[in-house]
């Protein structure tokens, strides 16, 4: 059964560093998402992404971050200077359509020290 | 604005009791999905329903069912002779029936089966 699969499951980092954490929809998915989960807490939806641009970003998704579609099958997220509070796990999703079902890769636990 | 609300922030059963997971929604939307997902003790996400605002009819799968009502806005998940697999935490979430969404997640219920 395709999956999102998402790279790397684990990352540290140094405040104020650039990470870029990857994911790779299911093939013939449309429509990405990004989404984190402080730990313990509720997930919450970070970009939307279609047709190479953003549909829509929440409130959290600042100027420190960016979303790119690289190639055909790469979707990544970019931060460019990391924070304390940016320690969370983050989710990427994908579906065939904009009203249909999100499926959610494994997710990357990002730590920043 | 949308919401979600699950009360319950963590449930422990013993293996075989069924388990109801209340989930109360807010929206001003007529039409919408509610999604109930999984997360394992691993972290993934886990889907296991997408419901239609139009559709109230429950639904089965195996030892899940759901109770949706529209006139009490709950989205009610039910697992009946739960098993130590079961122990996750369970999400209940919300999309606005137009266009490229994001969905609305409640806070979620952490659900312990006890062996």
């Known amino acids: 059964e395709p999956e999102v699969t998402q790279t790397p499951s684990h990352q540290v980092t140094q405040m104020g560093q650039e990470v870029i954490l990857r994911c790779v929809p299911i093939?013939?998915?449309?429509?990405f998402y990004w989404y984190r989960q402080i730990l313990g807490q509720k997930v919450e939806f970070l970009v939307s992404?279609?047709?190479?641009?953003?549909?829509?970003k929440s409130e959290i998704f600042d100027d420190q971050f960016s979303v790119e579609r690289p190639d055909g099958s790469n979707f990544t997220l970019k931060i460019r200077s990391t924070k304390l509070e940016d320690s969370a796990m983050y989710f990427c999703?994908?579906?065939?359509?904009?009203?249909?079902?999100?499926?959610f890769g494994p997710g990357t636990r990002l730590l920043v020290l | 604005a949308q919401k979600v609300t699950q009360a319950q922030t963590e449930i422990s059963v013993v293996e075989k009791e069924d388990v109801t997971l209340d989930c109360v929604y807010e929206?001003?939307?007529?039409?919408?999905?509610l999604f109930w997902y999984k997360q394992p003790p691993s972290g993934e996400l886990v889907f296991l329903i997408r419901?239609?605002?139009?559709?109230?009819q429950n639904e089965i799968s195996g030892r899940y069912s759901w109770n949706f009502q529209k006139s009490t806005s709950s989205f009610n998940f039910t697992i009946t002779a739960s098993q130590v697999v079961d122990s996750a935490v369970y999400f209940c979430?919300?999309?606005?029936?137009?266009?490229?969404?994001?969905?609305?997640f409640g806070k979620g219920t952490r659900l312990s089966v006890i062996a």
């Open positions: 999703a994908s579906s065939s359509g904009g009203q249909e079902t999100q499926y």
């Open positions: 093939s013939n998915h449309l429509y």
């Open positions: 992404f279609y047709n190479n641009e953003i549909s829509e």
């Open positions: 929206t001003r939307d007529t039409t919408y999905y």
């Open positions: 419901r239609n605002s139009f559709d109230e």
């Open positions: 979430a919300l999309r606005r029936n137009s266009g490229n969404t994001p969905l609305v």
